[in-house]
């Protein structure tokens, strides 16, 4: 069972609100990853981490911001929360190197009304 | 950029019906492949990976995968599904090079009881 938690499982927020989604992982794994899922669709890279004070923007433009101030913990902030930000927010957390496997939480589905 | 393909967006079997999900990836050296898995309401789980050697490779639950390089191909394999199969599979490779994880859309498995 991995061992990477994230909240809330859900949440239904209001236009311009500032949400922060929590991601923890007690592995002590170096790299860090959060994907935005729509349903049924692909997985899509938003941000990740190599390790403490490292932030890097993936391959899908995101409005949201991240932070690694600790190894165990890499939430990701929305500012002024959209509509358009509505989708699945999966994150996830490996060892460093291609020839590793990634592991994934339980997602934060996010609805903003 | 790197980009990982699968044939199929939505697949129905009866069970104990054979199981082959097709899986491309786009050409950049080496790569590590995996197979990765979603419940309804769970998170991501990895079914499977090859890194080297035989590449024929056994994973969890009765599934296999064949890496074959000259087709830049790792189709998903099972011989019976069951109807606890259901569920979304995703493919996803990494290139030694260093670079992220890159999923494919995924392969929604219906098996019909």
């Known amino acids: 069972e991995a061992d990477i938690y994230q909240t809330p499982r859900y949440l239904v927020i209001g236009t311009g609100k500032k949400i922060t989604l929590e991601c923890s992982q007690t592995m002590g794994h170096d790299k860090m990853y959060w994907y935005q899922q729509d349903p049924g669709m692909e997985l899509h890279l938003i941000h990740y981490s190599y390790g403490v004070n490292s932030t890097e923007k993936g391959d899908l433009s995101s409005e949201s911001t991240v932070s690694r101030i600790r190894t165990e913990h890499f939430p990701l902030t929305l500012e002024s929360a959209r509509p358009s930000h509505t989708s699945q927010y999966l994150c996830?957390?490996?060892?460093?190197?291609?020839?590793?496997?990634?592991?994934f939480g339980q997602g934060t589905r996010l609805t903003v009304v | 950029a790197q980009s990982v393909s699968q044939h199929n967006h939505h697949v129905i079997l009866s069970e104990a019906a054979s199981l082959e999900l097709g899986c491309n990836y786009s050409y950049g050296g080496t790569v590590n492949l995996f197979w990765y898995v979603q419940y309804p309401g769970q998170h991501l789980q990895l079914l499977l990976k090859?890194?080297?050697?035989?590449?024929l490779v056994k994973g969890i639950k009765g599934f296999e995968a064949e890496f074959i390089k000259s087709k830049f191909s790792f189709n998903l394999r099972k011989p019976s599904v069951q109807w606890s199969d259901t569920a979304e599979y995703f493919c996803?490779?990494?290139?030694?090079?260093?670079?992220?994880?890159?999923f494919g859309p995924g392969t929604r498995l219906s098996v019909l009881p």
């Open positions: 996803a490779v990494t290139w030694d090079y260093g670079q992220n994880f890159v």
């Open positions: 996830a957390s490996s060892t460093q190197g291609a020839r590793t496997e990634a592991f």
């Open positions: 090859y890194f080297s050697g035989d590449p």
